[in-house]
């Protein structure tokens, strides 16, 4: 068992995402010290996925600083997130976005909910996340 977890930060629209990698070799500790930094940020933590995502807007420097701050053993590196020609989100609480940004559980939630224009973006979102 492990307690040093990989971390890969993706900066979001309006929030970030972290893949843990190595989440099966992690100690109970590690993993419970995660979740408890996720939950008192008011995060979603997918243990399916191996990551969670907190609404929050910050660089990857600060994410850093954050964790290291709260005794997290990690390491940390960052996966830009580049929109080549990703279409954007063109209603509701989340106009503006781009659809590979949204969480997965909205995603899903929009597939089965949505029936609007958009349709084609979220059903082929849905198809390359393997939803």
Known sequence: ?????ELVFTK?????QVEIVNLESLTVQAIQK????VKSRNG??????YRFVIQKNIEFYEFEALVK????????TEKRNYHLQSPRIEFGQ?????????????????????RGPQKKFIDDEVKKRNL
Do not use: R
């Open 12 to 16: 979001l629209y309006k929030s970030f």
């Open 1 to 5: 068992m492990n307690d040093v977890a």
């Open 94 to 114: 989340y106009k503006g976005m781009f659809f590979v940004d949204l969480d997965d559980a909205y995603i899903v939630w929009l597939k089965s909910n949505y």
């Open 44 to 49: 979603i933590f997918d243990f399916e996925l």
């Open 34 to 37: 995660l979740e408890q930094f």
């Open 69 to 76: 701050h709260v005794d997290i053993k990690c390491s940390c």
